[in-house]
């Protein structure tokens, strides 16, 4: 069930980097917005409709935990993402943030040491070699779009994005194996609720910015543009990030923090096969290797992680009401 709920959280995922691609007319700081305004809206319902007596049942200190958590797997991370796709290149920032996976599996494994560090070379090595091949072709060797003082900005945001969502895999699977209480379900309406009062911060400080990128009058009337824009921001924020957010969740809770680094990596090859199906074109020989060895480095790695032990369960022992068993080491009385 654990790897069940971890390739429906990589499925779900990988619609972010579809669904905009149907929502060209709009900025990526309105897309943002939206989604995670959905997101947040949705999960403040579910959160309030049990009563505000709600909020007391969780004390500050995870307050500040679903806000921290928010914070950085949210907003910062795809606003570090939009700088990298502007001064990076996209084919550049995805073939950096393939690398959350390898980051994740050796980090949370330094956090909680399950597995050799050995055990992760040669999967780390199939998913690197694939990551490289399902991008080289679209890379710009020249780099010449824009000066290198932006583009050690992209790359800078998008090494601070890989590094903020590993760091916030990692915890976030920590925090929910040491608070087995907290449900699933009900973390990943606080990351929502944590999430809404974020975006109202981020939506408030641009319209103060004098030439910030809302385009706030398209929204005054119910046009196809705007409809179309309402159902992607819906179908972002509740199924991606409500659900994925779930699902991962779920997932983080009963499987090995190592192997689910390795996991991530679905999402782009999941993202791939929906790109392949939208422009209805079958990948690339190049393209092909590098999915082909992203999947043999995950399986390769799940072959060597260690399966729970069933536990032995007790010899049965029949009796009567009233009778004295005798064991060899105690007598038991019924």
């Not at 989604?35 to 500040?64: E, M, N, Q």
């Not at 290149?89 to 690398?99: D, E, I, K, S, Y």
């Not at 679209?138 to 090494?159: N, P």
């Not at 004098?210 to 009337?221: A, E, I, M, S, V």
Request: aromatic share 14%; hydrophobic share 50%.
């Amino acid at each position: 069930m654990g790897l069940l709920y971890a390739l429906g959280a990589c499925l779900v995922w990988g619609l972010i980097f579809v669904i905009p691609h149907f929502l060209g007319d709009f900025t990526a700081i309105e897309l943002t917005l939206g989604r995670y305004l959905c997101y947040g809206i949705l999960s403040a319902v579910l959160f309030f409709r049990r009563g505000t007596f709600h909020l007391r049942r969780y004390p500050l200190k995870v307050w500040g935990t679903i806000l921290l958590f928010a914070l950085i797997s949210n907003m910062l991370y795809y606003v570090a993402v939009v700088v990298g796709l502007r001064y990076a290149t996209a084919p550049v920032t995805v073939l950096l943030l393939g690398m959350c996976p390898i980051l994740v599996a050796f980090y949370g494994n330094w956090h909680t040491r399950e597995i050799s560090f050995r055990t992760l070379i040669i999967p780390t090595l199939c998913i690197g070699f694939g990551l490289v091949m399902v991008n080289i072709s679209e890379i710009d060797w020249g780099f010449g779009l824009y000066s290198a003082r932006q583009y050690i900005w992209g790359l800078l945001s998008v090494i601070s994005a890989v590094l903020g969502w590993s760091w916030y895999a990692v915890q976030n699977a920590r925090f929910l194996k040491k608070n087995s209480d907290v449900a699933c379900t009900d973390w990943a309406t606080l990351i929502g609720v944590g999430t809404l009062f974020w975006v109202i911060i981020f939506g408030a400080v641009l319209l103060w910015v004098p030439q910030h990128q809302l385009n706030l009058g398209r929204f005054t009337h119910l046009s196809g543009e705007t409809l179309r824009f309402l159902g992607g921001v819906a179908i972002l924020g509740v199924v991606s990030s409500w659900l994925g957010c779930y699902f991962w969740n779920r997932a983080s809770s009963c499987l090995p923090m190592s192997l689910m680094g390795t996991l991530i990596i679905f999402e782009t090859i999941f993202s791939l096969s929906f790109v392949f199906l939208i422009q209805r074109q079958m990948p690339t020989i190049w393209e092909f290797i590098g999915i082909a060895a992203m999947v043999a480095g995950i399986f390769t790695f799940m072959k060597s992680v260690p399966k729970p032990q069933p536990q032995s369960s007790p010899i049965p022992i029949t009796y009567t009401q009233n009778q004295t068993i005798q064991s060899d080491k105690s007598d038991v009385e019924v």
